[in-house]
């Protein structure tokens, strides 16, 4: 500590911070969580009056109460929460109640829209299989066969469309091969990239192996950026929008 002062534990164990030099001088240290902080209530008083150490100042500086936003900007953009509660403390004081009912930050605001934008309309494919699109969904509720999950594949050009059923989600490895190898059969082209977000199901070291020997560059979309793989997972929901009212109409279970 500066200034001569130092922290320590004093008999009822709690935290004081005691001058090194004046045993009479000693401040408590209140705790909030695995905080610890001090609390310095100062008093005005009439011209040569009061002389207050250098030491002391070198702790604490006089605040003046402010308002809400004051407080919010003072105590680095803080939730209100955290003031109302540092306010019923009695550790700051708020002058101006009625500020809570404007209390609005365009820097807090701001600073939540930083994130630059991300390009909605990756690229498509000039040909057949050239770009592939997988997504999974699920768990849904268990159906005939004892399947939990569905993968769709996608053909970026054509918009050519199978669907899978999963027991689970690490299948869809060898659903992809079996899509594969008959899809590149069928049209005489191959798989040159996969676009998939980034769940463990797409991210095996055993996938990672078999398309780097089929020479299939896996394009993994980074975090919190669905849309740069949303026709997949547009298509996902879309089927199970179009399962789920075919089930209605034919008053069905949801096994089915």
């Known amino acids: 500590m500066e200034r001569g002062w130092k922290k320590l534990i004093d008999d009822n164990g709690d935290a004081v911070l005691q001058h090194t030099t004046r045993s009479d001088w000693r401040l408590p240290l209140h705790k909030h969580g695995r905080a610890r902080y001090l609390v310095v209530k ?3 008083a009439p011209p040569n009056k009061f002389e207050a150490s250098k030491e002391i100042l070198a702790v604490a500086q006089p605040v003046t109460p402010k308002s809400y936003m004051d407080w919010h900007v003072r105590l680095a953009h803080v939730a209100l929460a955290t003031i109302k509660k540092l306010h019923k403390a009695g550790i700051i004081n708020v002058i101006d109640d009625e500020s809570i009912k404007k209390l609005w930050c365009e820097v807090c605001q701001a600073a939540k829209a930083t ?3 991300v390009n909605d309309t990756p690229y498509r494919g000039a040909k ?3 770009v592939v699109l997988s997504d999974l969904s699920g768990p849904l509720k268990l159906c005939f066969g004892g399947y939990k999950y569905f993968g769709t594949f996608i053909d970026e050009y054509s918009d050519l469309t199978t669907v899978t059923l999963l027991k689970t989600k690490d ?6 091969q079996a899509w594969v190898k008959a899809t590149e059969k ?4 191959e798989v ?3 676009r998939t977000d980034g769940g463990g199901e797409y991210m095996s070291k055993a996938m990672s192996d078999w398309l780097e020997k089929k020479g299939i560059l896996h394009h993994v979309t ?3 950026t669905p849309q740069l793989n949303g026709k997949a997972e547009r298509k996902n929901r879309t ?3 179009m399962t789920a009212a075919m089930l209605i109409g034919s008053n069905l279970s949801t096994q089915w």
């Open 222 to 224: 980074p975090p919190h």
């Open 239 to 241: 089927l199970k929008e």
């Open 115 to 117: 994130r630059d934008p």
């Open 171 to 176: 299948e869809i490895f060898g659903k992809f």
């Open 186 to 189: 069928a049209l005489g082209q």
């Open 192 to 194: 040159q990239v996969l």
């Open 128 to 130: 057949p299989l050239e």
């Open 42 to 44: 100062l008093k005005s």
